[in-house]
């Protein structure tokens, strides 16, 4: 979390007082916990919400999961005056927990405090928002028709509208799996998305960083940060964002906010965003501005599922090339948490942060983290009554995309054939409950569909280097970096199913391999 620089807190705006005023009422008491007895209320809640404002139910889930992981955090706000599952937001720009207010005739201490009331607040502002943009009802029955609407829910504009909900789409496309807390369990089965983007289309056309090339380029408020530097650059800031990726953009994009940072990393792929130079004072950490870089993390203090490990991976890389960048050293004296630089009052990033394995990966060491179990030289037919290493992988897809393929044990039983007709059926692909290699190629391609091609690098490659070797039944070594040899396989199918050979992964060729082509 950012902090404005010392003796710059005489310029708070009024509205900034009266946030932080509702956030001192916010915290004064703890959020109740869900009526007594009642089985699966978040997944009720969901269900009534959804059915009441005509919201996707799945696309609502998916919001929530975006914005705060299903975590209400009893009633605190964010660090944008953000609250419960669905951040209704109260601040000088995003009115959306007033909004809400207005809608379902709760009162703001109730979508505050309680899950259900919150996430029924949050399925108003979204059908408002279609309403708004003239969505009819056939439109609202079709999931990629929301675009517009949930990039409006984000309160952000332009570029960052985009981001906020290609993070929601991404979540569709991947499906996600989640417990939360009183151990009930959230799941979103995955599902091919092309959203209807509209004049949000141009939004993907984000410049690249001018100092970092894997970064793309957002740029704070001028009002949150200072020209130049009065002190030569000595050391890392990590933070944490207490709110998302898109949210923490937006909120340094606001004048008022006073805060800033100079890179904010995205927890589900390790997405990079530049928003103040290199050389300029971001204000994130008080005494320590004038020297150093600050890099914010998106997720909450006390939730470590937002510290995923290409959210590390990338921070670290991030962090390793500003140590050789400036000539910091790479040990824990120079990279260091908000909560260590002199004079803050911050946790963050807190004790779920993994100190040893990030410090070894900014090293170059390697994270010593679990190994890769997805990926195979050869991808062979399961079905029922098999067992290994790839059932197991089998169920891990699957869990890991909605649908529920039971223990990740290794063995091919009626709950993991039953999940593989789902998916099959949700792929278009004949259920007959067997993987081979058309339903390997699909499940090993889930999700976002990002373009990709030579000289790229990351998860997505590595998901696109899987997929090709199922696809073409020869090796595509899962390196995570598309170099000729991925370059080649990407051609071959690409000839092989009538597409256009050029070498790059684009709709068509993303579309292709989801579908198992």
């Given at each position: 979390?950012?902090?404005?620089?010392?003796?710059?807190?005489?310029?708070?705006?009024?509205?900034?007082?009266?946030?932080?005023?509702?956030?001192?009422?916010?915290?004064?008491?703890?959020?109740?916990?869900?009526?007594?007895?009642?089985?699966?209320?978040?997944?009720?809640?969901?269900?009534?919400?959804?059915?009441?404002?005509?919201?996707?139910?799945?696309?609502?889930?998916?919001?929530?999961?975006?914005?705060?992981?299903?975590?209400?955090?009893?009633?605190?706000?964010?660090?944008?005056?953000?609250?419960?599952?669905?951040?209704?937001?109260?601040?000088?720009?995003?009115?959306?927990?007033?909004?809400?207010?207005?809608?379902?005739?709760?009162?703001?201490?109730?979508?505050?405090?309680?899950t259900g009331a919150n996430i029924l607040g949050g399925a108003a502002v979204l059908r408002s928002h279609a309403d708004a943009l003239g969505l009819g009802r056939d439109e609202r029955a079709?999931?990629?028709?929301?675009?517009?609407?949930?990039?409006?829910?984000?309160?952000?504009?332009?570029?960052?509208?985009?981001?906020?909900?290609?993070?929601?789409?991404?979540?569709?496309?991947?499906?996600?799996?989640?417990?939360?807390?009183?151990?009930?369990?959230?799941?979103?089965?995955?599902?091919?998305?092309?959203?209807e983007k509209g004049p949000l289309a141009s939004a993907d056309d984000i410049t690249q960083s001018p100092d970092y090339p894997s970064a793309q380029w957002v740029a704070a408020a001028s009002?949150?940060?200072?020209?130049?530097?009065?002190?030569?650059?000595?050391?890392?800031?990590?933070?944490?964002?207490?709110?998302?990726?898109?949210?923490?953009?937006?909120?340094?994009?606001?004048?008022?906010?006073?805060?800033?940072?100079?890179?904010?990393?995205?927890?589900?792929?390790?997405?990079?965003?530049?928003?103040?130079?290199?050389?300029?004072?971001?204000?994130?950490?008080?005494?320590?501005?004038?020297?150093?870089?600050?890099?914010?993390?998106?997720?909450?203090?006390?939730?470590?599922?937002?510290?995923?490990d290409p959210m590390y991976r990338s921070s670290a890389a991030l962090t390793a090339h500003l140590c050789d960048r400036y000539g910091i050293p790479k040990d824990r004296t120079h990279v260091?948490?908000?909560?260590?630089?002199?004079?803050?009052?911050?946790?963050?990033?807190?004790?779920?942060?993994?100190?040893?394995?990030?410090?070894?990966?900014?090293?170059?060491?390697?994270?010593?983290?679990?190994?890769?179990?997805?990926?195979?030289?050869?991808?062979?037919?399961?079905?029922?009554?098999?067992?290994?290493?790839?059932?197991?992988?089998?169920?891990?897809?699957?869990?890991?995309?909605?649908?529920?393929?039971?223990?990740?044990?290794?063995?091919?039983?009626?709950?993991?054939?039953?999940?593989?007709?789902?998916?099959?059926?949700?792929?278009?692909?004949?259920?007959?409950?067997?993987?081979?290699?058309?339903?390997?190629?699909?499940?090993?391609?889930?999700?976002?569909?990002?373009?990709?091609?030579?000289?790229?690098?990351?998860?997505?490659?590595?998901?696109?280097?899987?997929?090709?070797?199922?696809?073409?039944?020869?090796?595509?070594?899962?390196?995570?970096?598309?170099?000729?040899?991925?370059?080649?396989?990407?051609?071959?199918?690409?000839?092989?199913?009538?597409?256009?050979?050029?070498?790059?992964?684009?709709?068509?060729?993303?579309?292709?391999?989801?579908?198992?082509?």
């Open positions: 979390m950012p902090r404005r620089p010392t003796g710059h807190t005489a310029r708070r705006s009024a509205a900034l007082a009266a946030l932080t005023a509702s956030a001192l009422v916010a915290t004064a008491s703890p959020a109740p916990a869900s009526p007594g007895g009642t089985p699966d209320p978040m997944n009720q809640a969901f269900a009534r919400a959804a059915e009441r404002y005509g919201v996707p139910r799945d696309l609502l889930a998916a919001v929530g999961y975006g914005e705060t992981h299903l975590d209400g955090h009893s009633g605190r706000p964010s660090q944008a005056g953000g609250y419960g599952v669905m951040h209704l937001v109260s601040n000088p720009v995003n009115h959306s927990l007033e909004k809400a207010a207005q809608l379902t005739g709760e009162t703001p201490a109730e979508l505050r405090q309680d079709d999931i990629d028709a929301w675009y517009p609407a949930v990039a409006r829910y984000g309160g952000a504009e332009g570029a960052v509208a985009g981001l906020y909900a290609d993070t929601v789409y991404t979540f569709l496309a991947q499906g996600l799996r989640t417990t939360v807390a009183g151990g009930e369990r959230i799941a979103v089965t995955s599902r091919p998305v092309a959203p009002a949150n940060y200072a020209a130049g530097r009065s002190a030569p650059v000595d050391k890392v800031v990590v933070h944490v964002t207490q709110g998302s990726y898109a949210g923490a953009i937006s909120w340094f994009q606001n004048p008022a906010s006073e805060v800033s940072s100079h890179y904010v990393v995205r927890s589900s792929d390790g997405e990079i965003t530049q928003m103040v130079r290199d050389k300029d004072t971001a204000y994130h950490a008080r005494s320590a501005n004038s020297s150093s870089l600050g890099i914010e993390h998106e997720g909450y203090v006390d939730d470590p599922s937002w510290f995923t260091i948490g908000h909560s260590e630089a002199p004079g803050n009052d911050h946790t963050d990033p807190g004790a779920n942060w993994d100190w040893t394995s990030y410090m070894r990966l900014v090293a170059g060491e390697g994270a010593g983290g679990e190994a890769d179990e997805l990926s195979f030289d050869s991808y062979a037919t399961q079905r029922t009554g098999s067992a290994g290493a790839q059932v197991k992988a089998v169920q891990r897809l699957l869990n890991g995309q909605g649908y529920e393929a039971g223990a990740e044990d290794g063995l091919f039983g009626t709950a993991t054939r039953s999940a593989v007709q789902a998916f099959q059926t949700t792929r278009g692909l004949p259920a007959d409950g067997t993987v081979g290699a058309r339903t390997w190629t699909a499940l090993l391609s889930a999700g976002t569909t990002p373009p990709l091609a030579q000289g790229g690098s990351g998860d997505a490659v590595k998901r696109l280097q899987r997929a090709l070797t199922a696809a073409l039944g020869s090796t595509t070594a899962a390196d995570g970096t598309f170099g000729p040899a991925t370059d080649t396989a990407v051609r071959g199918y690409q000839k092989a199913r009538g597409l256009a050979v050029d070498g790059r992964v684009g709709p068509d060729t993303w579309a292709a391999l989801q579908s198992g082509r």
